[in-house]
């Protein structure tokens, strides 16, 4: 293996650097989506197995003030569930330099919260809603919540948590018809809609491509009712695709893992509520944080670890080769 250039920063043997921290706070949820987890839910993780609001704090400063990330986005599970999340944003936002701050969220909840998330210091908010139909988000969810994402949208929105996100999974059978009314209610309201291509992190492994529905097909029912132009500003590390909607100024963004991989960019790094760092969502190791935290390792030295595991970083997470095989961890235990 070559050796790991001199470097503060969070490199890898491809030359990619990771900017982007990704901080699930929770494992639990209070949706059972179909595709994330089965109906009773999973075993959570003990409360003692789970990072401190200092730990967590202090792993998100070595990570901002050591090792080069300036964005953070807080991810779950459901993140609204994890007690002290304004404390915790709060004192990442007085972080030097200060990171750019997002959560991804159900929405459940929010509108009570949004104003108090902002005035700690978030920035913006992507709301996952896979569906309008209120029947439809009951048998998809489990749960019948749809008013309240509704409700957590317009809060956040009138917040300022802008520009609010939406983030849609169509399944084939299920809900794939919507692609066309989910813009159009984005569009309508002033959310930015991004969709994303099913990947196989679901607990069961019951992932099948013949059930995921592709960018291609997304953007073909799109163009039935939208004039699409792709988007003129560079890409970079961001994973979705963007088009300018009937000439702009909206736009609907297309995450495609599985059929366009972005790997080559790729500027993440991921932190899951365990304390474990991640190089990649599909990785098959993890790095232990906590263990060192909890053992009394310096910063320096959970900084040298961190550096390591994304100094192993493969080129890309493998979903199209012969051999893949699925994490452990679903996506709930790992974050998004």
């Not at 900017?19 to 706070?25: A, G």
């Not at 066309?180 to 959310?191: D, S």
Request: glycine share 10%; hydrophobic share 40%; proline share 6%.
């Amino acid at each position: 293996m070559t050796a790991r250039p001199d470097s503060p920063l969070l490199v890898d043997r491809f030359g990619r650097v990771a900017t982007d921290l990704r901080v699930s706070l929770t494992d639990r949820c209070n949706l059972r989506c179909t595709y994330c987890m089965p109906a009773e839910g999973l075993d959570w993780l003990p409360k003692s197995d789970q990072l401190t609001d200092e730990e967590l704090v202090r792993l998100m400063r070595i990570a901002v003030t050591g090792l080069g990330v300036t964005d953070i986005r807080f991810t779950g599970g459901e993140p609204l569930l994890r007690k002290g999340l304004e404390h915790v944003i709060a004192a990442t936002a007085e972080l030097h330099p200060r990171p750019r701050m997002s959560m991804t969220t159900n929405g459940i909840g929010l509108d009570r919260r949004a104003a108090g998330l902002k005035e700690a210091g978030l920035n913006r908010i992507n709301v996952s809603l896979d569906t309008l139909d209120p029947a439809r988000f009951r048998t998809l969810t489990r749960r019948d919540r749809i008013s309240d994402v509704f409700a957590g949208l317009r809060g956040a929105r009138e917040a300022g948590l802008t520009p609010v996100k939406v983030n849609s999974v169509l399944l084939r059978g299920q809900n794939e018809d919507e692609a066309v009314p989910l813009l159009k209610f984005c569009v309508e309201n002033g959310y930015q809609l991004r969709f994303i291509e099913q990947m196989p992190l679901d607990p069961q492994h019951g992932w099948t491509r013949t059930n995921m529905v592709t960018a291609a097909e997304i953007l073909t029912e799109l163009g039935t009712a939208f004039t699409l132009t792709p988007e003129e500003a560079p890409r970079g590390g961001a994973p979705a695709e963007r088009w300018l909607v009937d000439g702009g100024p909206a736009v609907v963004g297309v995450i495609a893992s599985v059929t366009r991989p972005f790997c080559a960019a790729c500027d993440r790094t991921r932190l899951t509520s365990d304390g474990q760092v991640r190089n990649c969502l599909f990785s098959q190791s993890e790095t232990d944080l906590r263990g060192a935290l909890r053992a009394g390792a310096s910063d320096d030295e959970v900084a040298d670890l961190w550096r390591g595991n994304s100094w192993a970083k493969a080129a890309g997470h493998g979903i199209n080769d012969a051999g893949f095989h699925q994490p452990d961890r679903p996506m709930s235990a790992i974050g998004g």
